[in-house]
């Protein structure tokens, strides 16, 4: 089995996403990896702010969890992370305008995914 979210619903329905941002995660077609949409944030312009998404997953094996991520922040100060059941697994910054896909090993249960 395996979950898959394209984002090509157009919007946050497929999964049970819970968007932590006032700063608008959405469903945009600006640009995508594959297929037409993608999720990205909206521009963040005040210092000491976070902007979080998060989904809970039921992952019936064990496995690994990857998705493409590209992006522009600030270098040293902004910074796009990946936390998998709240142990960080990805932490970036700078500009890295192709497109990169990160892949963490995760194993069955209940898993939380926070970007």
Same mark, same amino acid.
């Given at each position: 089995?395996?979950?898959?979210?394209?984002?090509?619903?157009?919007d946050?329905?497929?999964?049970?996403?819970?968007?932590?941002?006032?700063?608008? =995660?959405q469903? #945009? %077609?600006? &640009?995508?990896?594959?297929?037409?949409?993608?999720?990205?944030? /909206?521009?963040?312009? @005040?210092?000491s702010?976070?902007?979080?998404?998060?989904?809970?997953?039921?992952?019936?094996?064990?496995?690994?969890?990857?998705?493409? =991520?590209?992006? #522009? %922040?600030? &270098?040293?100060?902004?910074?796009?992370?990946?936390y998998?059941? /709240?142990?960080?697994? @990805?932490?970036?910054?700078?500009?890295?305008?192709?497109?990169?896909?990160?892949?963490t090993?995760?194993?069955?249960?209940?898993?939380?995914?926070?970007?």
């Amino acid at each position: 089995m395996e979950i898959d979210e394209g984002f090509e619903t157009g919007d946050l329905s497929g999964l049970p996403w819970v968007n932590g941002s006032p700063y608008g =995660w959405q469903v #945009s %077609s600006t &640009s995508a990896h594959g297929g037409t949409w993608s999720m990205r944030n /909206g521009n963040v312009n @005040l210092t000491s702010t976070t902007a979080t998404i998060s989904v809970t997953a039921e992952v019936p094996y064990d496995t690994q969890v990857c998705f493409w =991520w590209r992006g #522009s %922040s600030e &270098s040293g100060w902004d910074y796009f992370r990946f936390y998998l059941d /709240g142990a960080q697994q @990805l932490s970036v910054s700078g500009t890295y305008s192709a497109w990169t896909q990160s892949c963490t090993p995760v194993s069955a249960g209940s898993r939380l995914l926070r970007f």
